[in-house]
C-alpha cells in the first residue's frame, strides 16, 4: 500500500522537471569545480563550488499540514534534486524530521482499528462515532514511524539508482570521543561508496531537551533539535554547505506577518541583535531562533548556512538546486559583509531620494541634467581614459566571436559620442520643464469640485545594459528629467567607464541634494535576483541583446518589462521605388550601424524587379558593402549566383549580413513582415502615395515608414533627445522611449468640503462632467499662485 501511494506522489511537477533538466543539460564548461573545505563562502555566487552539502529537512517540510503522516509529493521533488546533485558528483547528506508524525499516523490508525472493533462487538455500530483517540506520546510515535520513513526515502532514492543509508544519533554519541570518531568514520565511508546517508535523532529513547545553554564553545553545540544536529554534523563531517528548509521564506528582522516585517537575504554574525524572533514553528521543538544560532555556529565552523522555504509548492521541486546555482533564494548566512549597501537598500535609498527628486521645480531638474552635460566636456579626458582600459581588457580577454567587433563598437566612446551625448542632454533638459506635472485633463465634476488628470514619475526604474556606457548619462537624464528613481545594472565590460559616468551624474544630482536617486548595482547581484524584487522596482528596461530582453522578460516576476526582444526589421522596394531612393535607404539602413536594432535584416523585392538593371544593381552595392546575403527560399531560385539560403526568416543578424526574398504584392509584403517580423521598424519604398499609405495603415510595427532608412527609429532622430529603448509592446508606450514613455498619470480631486458623493437613485446632487481649459502643469500653477 505505501508503494502503490508512492508511486502516484512521488512525480515531480512539470516546472521542476524542466528546472532540473537545465541543470543536468547545462555544458561540461559549467561543470562545477569544487572548493577545498576551509573557510566558509563570502558570497552566494561562489555555491555552486560546495562539494560536501547537508540538506537539513524541517518537520514543517516533512510533515502535512494537519501533523499525521508525510507530504509525499514534497518529499519526492526534495529527493529527486538530492538524487541529481549527487550524481553530479557532490557528496548529499540529509539530517530529516518525521518519524513523530509518520509513527503518529501509523499509531493513529491502529488504534481507531482496535477500538472500532472493539466497539463493534461490545455496543455496536452505533457507538462508534463517539470514539475518542488517546493522545500518543513522542517516543512511541518515533518508535513506530521511524522504519517507515526510512523505507519511504528508500523507495523514493531507488526510482534514480541512489543508495541510501540511516544514521540514529543522540547527544551523548557527540559528547563521547570515541562514538564521535565512529559516527565520522561511518558517514565518511559511506560518502565515498556514493551513498546518501540519511539522519536523524533517535527519538524513541532521547531525553526530553534540557534548558542548558545551545553554545558552549567553538567545537560544542548542545543537540536539542535537528537544527543543532544538522549544525553539528556539517561541522563535524566538514561540510561546504549547509541547506535548511523549513516552512517560513527565511529570516526576517521582526516576526513574518508583522507589517514592517523584511526577509534578510544577507545575514551577519553581528547583526543578531537586530532580530526580533517570532514564535516556533507549528511542529517540532525548534524555531527562528534556534535555527539562526545553530546557523552561526556551522558558519563559525567553516560552514555556509541557507536558510529558506521548503514547502512552497512554486518553489520546492527547485529550491535546493536553486541555492547550489547561487541563486537568491532564502537567507543567506556570510562573514564578509560588504562595504557597500545591499541592493535592496539601494533600492529603498533610491525611491526615498526620487520623491523628492519628483517634487523638485523643473528648472531645478533641468539645472541637473545641463550640470551633467558640462561634466561630460569638463571630464571628458577622465572619462575616455576609462573607456581605453575597458576597451584594452575587452581585447585582452581574447572573447574573439563574429559579434565581437560589433561589441567593440558599441563599447567604445569617442569624442564625437561625447559631443552628441552632451547635446541630447540638454535637449532633455528643454523637454523636462512640461514633464512632471503637466495637466492634461481637466473636469468640472459638480459644484466646489474640479478633477484633474497629471503626469507623475513610474516610480523606481531598473536599467540593465550590456556593453554600451553612453546609455547610462542618456537613461541616467531621461529619469531626472522625468523624476524617476533609477538602478543601474551595466555589463562588467564597461566598469571602469560606468563607475565615472555615474560619479559625474551623482555629483550633477547633488547640487539639490538628490544624489542616492541614481544607484549604481556594482554588487555580486545576478539579473534573474534583481528582477525578484517585485516589491522595489516598478519597471525593468532591458538594453542589450535580443538574449538578454527575452531572459529579462522571462525572469522579471510581477514586474513590467519595456523593451523588445528582437529587432527584425525590413525593408520592402515597392515595383514603382525611384532606383536613387533605393540604394540610399538600403545602404543606410544596413550598413550604418549592422549592430544596431533598427538595422535592417530582411530585404524584400517585388518580384517585377528581379532580373532587371536594378536587381543587380542592388546585389552589387550590398556586394561591396561586405554584405553576406542568405536567400529566401522563393528567391533561392531566381538566382544565378549562389548565396546561403537563410535557416530562419525570423533572424536578426546583427552585423553585415541580411535576407534577401521576393513578394509577389503589397499585401504580401504586409503578410510576411506581420508572420516574420518583431514588430520594431519596417520600411516601404515607392513613389506611389497610395500604395505607401496602405502599407503604413496596414502594418501593425511600431514604427512604419515611406522612403526612410529604417535607422531614423531612434529618440535622438525623433527630437526625443535621447531614449531609453525601443518598445514593440501593445500598452503603454510604442517606439522609442523617451520622456513620454517614463510617465504615468493619477488623478487629483479638489473639493470645497460640502460635497458629498451621492450615488443613489434619487440623490440630489447634480453632476456636471464640464470640461475645463488645460494649459498649465502644477508647477506653472504654483508660480502663478
Known sequence: MLLQRLILCSSVPPGSQRHILQFLTRPLTQAPQFKVHGSSFAHRGELHHAKRIVVKLGSAV??????????????ASIVE????LQSLGREMVIVTSGAVAFGKQRLRHEILLSQSVRQALQSGNSQLKNMSLPVLEARACAAAGQSGLMALYEAMFTQYSTCTAQVLVTNLDFHDDEKRQNLNSTLQELLRMNIVPIINTNDAVV????????????????????????????VEMKADLLIALSDVEGLYNSPPGTDDAKLIDIFYPGDQQSITYGTKSRV?????????????WALQGGTSVVIANGTNPKVTGHVITDIVEGKKVGTFFSEIKPAGPSVDEQAEMARNSG????????????????????????????????NKTDMETAVSAGNRNQQFPAVLKRLSLTPVKLSSLTIGLRQIAMAAQDGVGRVLRRTRVAQGLELEQITVPIGVLLVIFEARPDCLPQVSALAIATGNALLLKGGREAANTNRVLHRLTQEALSAHGVQEAVQMVSTREEVADLCRLDKMIDLIIPRGSSQLVRDIQRAAKGIPVLGHSEG?????????????????IVRDSKCDYPAACNAMETLLIHRSILGTPLFDQIIDMLRTEQVKIHAGPRLISHLTF???????LRTEYGDLQCCLEVVDSMQEAVDHIHKYGSSHTDVIITENAETAEQFLQQLDSACVFWNASSRFADGYRFGLGAEVGISTARIHVRGPVGLEGLLTTKWVLRGDGHTVADFSEHGNMKYLHENLPVGQTLAEQRDNS
Not at 527584425?568 to 540610399?584: G, M, P, Q
Open 568 to 584: 527584425i526589421c525590413h525593408v520592402y522596394v515597392h515595383a514603382d521605388a525611384s532606383i536613387d531612393k533605393v540604394f540610399k
Open 81 to 84: 534534486q538530492v538524487a541529481m
Open 355 to 386: 520623491r523628492i527628486l519628483a517634487s523638485l521645480h523643473p528648472d531645478q531638474r533641468s539645472e541637473i541634467i545641463c550640470h551633467l552635460a558640462e561634466l561630460l566636456t569638463e571630464r571628458k579626458e577622465e572619462i575616455l581614459a576609462a
Open 62 to 75: 516533512v510533515t502535512r499540514g494537519d501533523e499525521c503522516g508525510l507530504a509525499l509529493g514534497r518529499l
Open 642 to 648: 549562389s548565396p546561403s539560403e537563410v535557416k530562419s
Open 207 to 234: 531525553p526530553p531537551p534540557e534548558p542548558d545553554s545551545d553554545l558552549q564553545g567553538v567545537n560544542v553545540i548542545s543537540i536539542k533539535d535537528n537544527d543543532s544536529l544538522a549544525a553539528r554534523l556539517a
Open 284 to 296: 517540532g521543538i525548534g524555531g527562528m531562533e534556534a535555527k539562526v544560532k545553530a546557523a552561526l
